[in-house]
C-alpha cells in the first residue's frame, strides 16, 4: 500500500495549529499512526471521547481523498461547518443541499481540492456519484457508526452491508471503522468485513469512573413525581431524559414544567425547525432539560451534562451506553438513573415484533422482484404499502438480494419535481429564444399548479415534448442555478438491474424469511440482557463492562450497588385469558378492512399499537382499538387473537 505521507509528520504541530488541542487523548494517536503507517483501523471508543479527530487531522497528512460516511446529517453539518473555520477544504452530501450547492462539490471533487467529504450511506446506491468516486484516490475511508454493519449489532442499517465490498472496488487504500458501542461478536464482524488486522483493533475501555449508575424503577403512575422530586432535590445542571414514546416526550415534558422546571420535549414528530430550536436552547443553557426519544443526542457535543434519566428503559445495553455516555464530557461527576421498570420491556418487545415481515409478504416481494425485466426501477414506499412492510424493511431484503448476488443497484431518480417561478413564467422564457422557448413554454404549460408551487412528472414531461428525462431535470436545475425558480423533488425510485436469477427462488425465499425471524430474536433477547442487567443484584458497571468484553477486577465503588441502594423485583405483567373488548367488533373491523386486518399478525399488531403502511392508509390508528393492548405482549395477544379464529371457525 502506497505511503505519500511524511516518514515523521508532525502531527503535535497540525493538533495545536488546525484543531487548538495541545495533547492527544487517549488512543487517538495510536490510531492516527495504524492509518498513516497504510493500515486499515477500527477504533472503540466512549462516546465523547474525539473519534472524529483521528480522521481529521489523519486526513491533512495524506494526499487524496478522505470520505467519511455517516447517517447523522447535523453531525455531518457541524463537523463541516468546524473544519472550514479552520482552513480545511472539506464538504458534506446530504439531502439539504440545494442543485447550486451540489454543482459546486461536483466541481471541486473533480478538481482534486476537497480533503474530506462527508456523505450518508445512502448515497453509494447512486451509480453516477460511484462514477464520480472512481475517478477520485481515496485515501481513507472512514465508517463512522460502524456498528450498523452488523446484523448482529444494535443498530443494523441495510446500507452499511454493501460499504465493505464498495472499499474494494474504488480502490480505498485504508479505512477507519468508528463505534462507541461494540460487542466483541460485532467489533469481529467490523474487522472481518473490512479486513482489519488484530493489531489494528484499538479499544480504549468503557469505564467511566466519573459517572455513578443507579437503577431505582418506579411504576408508571408515580414515576413523573419521582423525576420531579430528584431534580428538584439535587444541584441543578444540564439534564436528558431519555422516553421511549413520542407522546411521553410531551407529557413529561408538560408535567416537570408545571411543577416550574425548565423542560422541553424532542422527538423525530417535530418539526424540523422546532427541533433545532430545542437542541440550540438546550446546548446554550447551563440546566435546560430535554425530554426526549433516542432521536436526540446523537452527534451533541455537550460537555457539562450532568444528569441522564431513563424514564423508561433503555432499549438495549448498547443504547444504554451510548446514551449515559452524554453526561459528563467534562470529567466532572455526573449521574445516570433508570427509572423504567420490567413493564416498560414489553413495549420495546413489541417494536420488534411490529418490524418482522410476514412470510407471505416477504415471498411476495421475492417473486415480484425476480419477475422484473433485466433492468428496472422501484420505490420502496411503494412496495412499502402494497406488501403491508416497513420501509426499513423493504430497503433491508433489497440490500439482502443484492449481497446474494441476485441484484445489483443503478441510479436513483425523481420522478416528480415541483417549482416555484420567482418571477412571471412567460419572462422566465422570454430570455431565450427558437427551441429553447419553445421547449420551455411546452413543460411550463404541462405542469400542474398549485397555489404558489407547480409540479411536473417528469416521464410525462419527457414523453410530451419527445425529450429524454436528464433534459427535463437538467433544464430545471439550470433555471435554479439561475435563480429563476426554486426546486424540491419527490417520487424517488432506486434502479436495479437483474444481475443472476436464482437456481432455487424458494430456498432464497426460506432463507430470508429465516434471517428475518433469526433478526427477531436476537432483538427480543438484547431487551433481556437490559433487564438483567439493571435487575439482578450486584456492581452495574463491572456487568455492563462485561457485556462489551471487558473485565474490571473489582466492583467499581460507583453505581448504586456499591453504594449499598436496594431496590425490589420489578416484574413484568403478565395479559389475563381476555380480551377488554367485544370480540365481535374486531371481526367486523376486519371484514371492513381486510387488505390491513386479514392476517393474525397484522391484527395483533393494530391491537398491540404498532403501526404499518396499510393500517396507516385505512386511518386505523385512530380507532378506539389501536393500541388497547399496547401493554400487553405480543406473543400473549398473537395467541388471544389465534383463538379467536379458531372459535370463529
Same mark, same amino acid.
Given at each position: 500500500?502506497?505511503?505519500?505521507?511524511?516518514?515523521?509528520?508532525?502531527?503535535?504541530?497540525?493538533?495545536?495549529?488546525?484543531?487548538?488541542?495541545?495533547?492527544?487523548?487517549?488512543?487517538?494517536?495510536?490510531?492516527?499512526?495504524?492509518?498513516?503507517?497504510?493500515?486499515?483501523?477500527?477504533?472503540?471508543?466512549?462516546?465523547? %471521547?474525539?473519534?472524529?479527530?483521528? /480522521?481529521?487531522? +489523519?486526513?491533512? #497528512?495524506? $494526499?487524496? *481523498?478522505? !470520505?467519511?460516511?455517516? @447517517?447523522?446529517?447535523?453531525?455531518?453539518?457541524?463537523?463541516?461547518?468546524?473544519?472550514?473555520?479552520?482552513?480545511?477544504?472539506?464538504?458534506?452530501?446530504?439531502?439539504?443541499?440545494?442543485?447550486?450547492?451540489?454543482?459546486?462539490?461536483?466541481?471541486?471533487?473533480?478538481?482534486?481540492?476537497?480533503?474530506?467529504?462527508?456523505?450518508?450511506?445512502?448515497?453509494?446506491?447512486?451509480?453516477?456519484?460511484?462514477?464520480?468516486?472512481?475517478?477520485?484516490?481515496?485515501?481513507?475511508?472512514?465508517?463512522?457508526?460502524?456498528?450498523?454493519?452488523?446484523?448482529?449489532?444494535?443498530?443494523?442499517?441495510?446500507?452499511?452491508?454493501?460499504?465493505?465490498?464498495?472499499?474494494?472496488?474504488?480502490?480505498?487504500?485504508?479505512?477507519?471503522?468508528?463505534?462507541?458501542?461494540?460487542?466483541?461478536?460485532?467489533?469481529?464482524?467490523?474487522?472481518?468485513?473490512? %479486513?482489519?488486522?488484530?493489531?489494528? /483493533?484499538?479499544? +480504549?475501555?468503557? #469505564?467511566? $469512573?466519573? *459517572?455513578? !449508575?443507579?437503577?431505582? @424503577?418506579?411504576?408508571?403512575?408515580?414515576?413523573?413525581?419521582?423525576?420531579?422530586?430528584?431534580?428538584?432535590?439535587?444541584?441543578?445542571?444540564?439534564?436528558?431524559?431519555?422516553?421511549?414514546?413520542?407522546?411521553?416526550?410531551?407529557?413529561?415534558?408538560?408535567?416537570?414544567?408545571?411543577?416550574?422546571?425548565?423542560?422541553?420535549?424532542?422527538?423525530?414528530?417535530?418539526?424540523?425547525?422546532?427541533?433545532?430550536?430545542?437542541?440550540?436552547?438546550?446546548?446554550?443553557?447551563?440546566?435546560?432539560?430535554?425530554?426526549?426519544?433516542?432521536?436526540?443526542?446523537?452527534?451533541?457535543?455537550?460537555?457539562?451534562?450532568?444528569?441522564?434519566?431513563?424514564?423508561?428503559?433503555?432499549?438495549?445495553?448498547?443504547?444504554?451506553?451510548?446514551?449515559?455516555?452524554?453526561?459528563?464530557?467534562?470529567?466532572?461527576?455526573?449521574?445516570?438513573?433508570?427509572?423504567?421498570?420490567?413493564?416498560?420491556?414489553?413495549?420495546?418487545?413489541?417494536?420488534?415484533?411490529?418490524?418482522?415481515?410476514?412470510?407471505?409478504?416477504?415471498?411476495?416481494?421475492?417473486?415480484?422482484?425476480?419477475?422484473?425485466?433485466?433492468?428496472?426501477?422501484?420505490?420502496?414506499?411503494?412496495?412499502?404499502?402494497?406488501?403491508?412492510?416497513?420501509?426499513?424493511?423493504?430497503?433491508?431484503?433489497?440490500?439482502?438480494?443484492?449481497?446474494?448476488?441476485?441484484?445489483?443497484?443503478?441510479?436513483?431518480?425523481?420522478?416528480?419535481?415541483?417549482?416555484?417561478?420567482?418571477?412571471?413564467?412567460?419572462?422566465?422564457?422570454?430570455?431565450?429564444?427558437?427551441?429553447?422557448?419553445?421547449?420551455?413554454?411546452?413543460?411550463?404549460?404541462?405542469?400542474?399548479?398549485?397555489?404558489?408551487?407547480?409540479?411536473?412528472?417528469?416521464?410525462?414531461?419527457?414523453?410530451?415534448?419527445?425529450?429524454?428525462?436528464?433534459?427535463?431535470?437538467?433544464?430545471?436545475?439550470?433555471?435554479?442555478?439561475?435563480?429563476?425558480?426554486?426546486?424540491?423533488?419527490?417520487?424517488?425510485?432506486?434502479?436495479?438491474?437483474?444481475?443472476?436469477?436464482?437456481?432455487?427462488?424458494?430456498?432464497?425465499?426460506?432463507?430470508?424469511?429465516?434471517?428475518?425471524?433469526?433478526?427477531?430474536?436476537?432483538?427480543?433477547?438484547?431487551?433481556?440482557?437490559?433487564?438483567?442487567?439493571?435487575?439482578?443484584?450486584?456492581?452495574?458497571?463491572?456487568?455492563?463492562?462485561?457485556?462489551?468484553?471487558?473485565?474490571?477486577?473489582?466492583?467499581?465503588?460507583?453505581?448504586?450497588?456499591?453504594?449499598?441502594?436496594?431496590?425490589?423485583?420489578?416484574?413484568?405483567?403478565?395479559?389475563?385469558?381476555?380480551?377488554?373488548?367485544?370480540?365481535?367488533?374486531?371481526?367486523?373491523?376486519?371484514?371492513?378492512?381486510?387488505?390491513?386486518?386479514?392476517?393474525?399478525?397484522?391484527?395483533?399488531?393494530?391491537?398491540?399499537?404498532?403501526?404499518?403502511?396499510?393500517?396507516?392508509?385505512?386511518?386505523?390508528?385512530?380507532?378506539?382499538?389501536?393500541?388497547?393492548?399496547?401493554?400487553?405482549?405480543?406473543?400473549?395477544?398473537?395467541?388471544?387473537?389465534?383463538?379467536?379464529?379458531?372459535?370463529?371457525?
Amino acid at each position: 500500500m502506497a505511503q505519500d505521507h511524511a516518514a515523521t509528520p508532525d502531527l503535535l504541530r497540525t493538533l495545536r495549529d488546525v484543531f487548538g488541542f495541545t495533547r492527544f487523548r487517549q488512543g487517538q494517536e495510536e490510531v492516527i499512526r495504524t492509518l498513516l503507517g497504510g493500515k486499515s483501523a477500527l477504533a472503540v471508543f466512549p462516546t465523547g %471521547s474525539g473519534k472524529s479527530l483521528c /480522521y481529521q487531522l +489523519t486526513a491533512l #497528512h495524506l $494526499p487524496g *481523498l478522505t !470520505l467519511v460516511v455517516s @447517517p447523522l446529517i447535523a453531525l455531518m453539518k457541524d463537523q463541516v461547518d468546524v473544519l472550514r473555520r479552520g482552513k480545511v477544504e472539506a464538504a458534506r452530501l446530504d439531502s439539504t443541499l440545494g442543485a447550486v450547492e451540489l454543482r459546486q462539490i461536483d466541481a471541486d471533487l473533480s478538481a482534486g481540492k476537497l480533503r474530506l467529504l462527508y456523505v450518508a450511506p445512502e448515497r453509494f446506491s447512486n451509480e453516477g456519484f460511484l462514477q464520480k468516486l472512481q475517478r477520485c484516490r481515496i485515501s481513507l475511508l472512514v465508517v463512522d457508526e460502524a456498528h450498523c454493519i452488523s446484523e448482529w449489532g444494535h443498530n443494523f442499517r441495510p446500507d452499511y452491508l454493501k460499504l465493505a465490498g464498495l472499499s474494494g472496488k474504488l480502490g480505498v487504500e485504508r479505512v477507519l471503522a468508528l463505534t462507541a458501542t461494540a460487542t466483541p461478536a460485532v467489533a469481529k464482524d467490523i474487522c472481518r468485513e473490512f %479486513s482489519i488486522s488484530p493489531e489494528g /483493533y484499538i479499544h +480504549t475501555g468503557f #469505564h467511566r $469512573p466519573n *459517572l455513578f !449508575l443507579r437503577a431505582q @424503577p418506579h411504576p408508571e403512575p408515580k414515576r413523573l413525581e419521582a423525576l420531579a422530586e430528584r431534580l428538584q432535590s439535587q444541584p441543578r445542571g444540564s439534564t436528558i431524559v431519555y422516553v421511549t414514546l413520542q407522546r411521553t416526550a410531551e407529557e413529561v415534558a408538560a408535567g416537570l414544567g408545571q411543577q416550574g422546571l425548565p423542560a422541553r420535549a424532542y422527538h423525530a414528530g417535530l418539526a424540523t425547525e422546532e427541533r433545532e430550536t430545542v437542541q440550540n436552547w438546550f446546548m446554550d443553557t447551563a440546566n435546560g432539560i430535554v425530554v426526549a426519544t433516542i432521536a436526540f443526542g446523537m452527534g451533541i457535543d455537550k460537555a457539562d451534562v450532568r444528569y441522564v434519566y431513563h424514564y423508561n428503559l433503555p432499549k438495549t445495553l448498547e443504547n444504554y451506553s451510548q446514551e449515559i455516555g452524554r453526561a459528563g464530557r467534562d470529567g466532572k461527576p455526573a449521574t445516570c438513573e433508570v427509572l423504567g421498570t420490567a413493564d416498560d420491556a414489553v413495549v420495546l418487545e413489541n417494536f420488534t415484533y411490529g418490524d418482522t415481515p410476514e412470510p407471505a409478504s416477504v415471498s411476495a416481494l421475492v417473486e415480484m422482484i425476480l419477475a422484473q425485466p433485466a433492468e428496472f426501477d422501484v420505490s420502496v414506499h411503494e412496495l412499502s404499502r402494497k406488501h403491508d412492510v416497513r420501509p426499513l424493511v423493504v430497503s433491508t431484503l433489497l440490500t439482502y438480494l443484492e449481497l446474494v448476488g441476485v441484484i445489483e443497484a443503478t441510479s436513483p431518480f425523481y420522478t416528480e419535481y415541483h417549482f416555484e417561478p420567482l418571477r412571471p413564467t412567460a419572462e422566465i422564457v422570454g430570455r431565450f429564444q427558437g427551441e429553447r422557448a419553445v421547449f420551455l413554454q411546452t413543460l411550463f404549460a404541462g405542469a400542474r399548479k398549485a397555489r404558489k408551487w407547480f409540479a411536473v412528472d417528469i416521464p410525462a414531461a419527457a414523453a410530451d415534448l419527445g425529450s429524454s428525462r436528464q433534459r427535463v431535470v437538467r433544464a430545471l436545475n439550470f433555471l435554479e442555478q439561475e435563480g429563476e425558480l426554486k426546486l424540491k423533488v419527490t417520487g424517488l425510485r432506486q434502479g436495479y438491474r437483474i444481475k443472476q436469477s436464482p437456481n432455487q427462488p424458494d430456498h432464497l425465499k426460506a432463507k430470508l424469511i429465516e434471517r428475518f425471524e433469526a433478526l427477531e430474536a436476537q432483538s427480543v433477547a438484547r431487551v433481556g440482557q437490559v433487564l438483567e442487567l439493571l435487575f439482578t443484584p450486584g456492581c452495574l458497571v463491572r456487568r455492563l463492562l462485561r457485556h462489551f468484553g471487558e473485565e474490571l477486577n473489582q466492583d467499581c465503588g460507583h453505581c448504586g450497588p456499591c453504594a449499598g441502594e436496594q431496590f425490589g423485583p420489578a416484574l413484568r405483567r403478565r395479559s389475563g385469558a381476555f380480551l377488554p373488548f367485544e370480540t365481535t367488533e374486531l371481526a367486523a373491523l376486519s371484514r371492513k378492512h381486510p387488505g390491513a386486518l386479514a392476517t393474525l399478525r397484522q391484527k395483533a399488531r393494530f391491537l398491540c399499537g404498532l403501526s404499518s403502511p396499510r393500517l396507516t392508509d385505512a386511518k386505523l390508528s385512530r380507532h378506539h382499538l389501536f393500541g388497547s393492548l399496547a401493554e400487553v405482549p405480543f406473543t400473549d395477544v398473537l395467541g388471544q387473537v389465534r383463538q379467536l379464529q379458531k372459535q370463529d371457525c
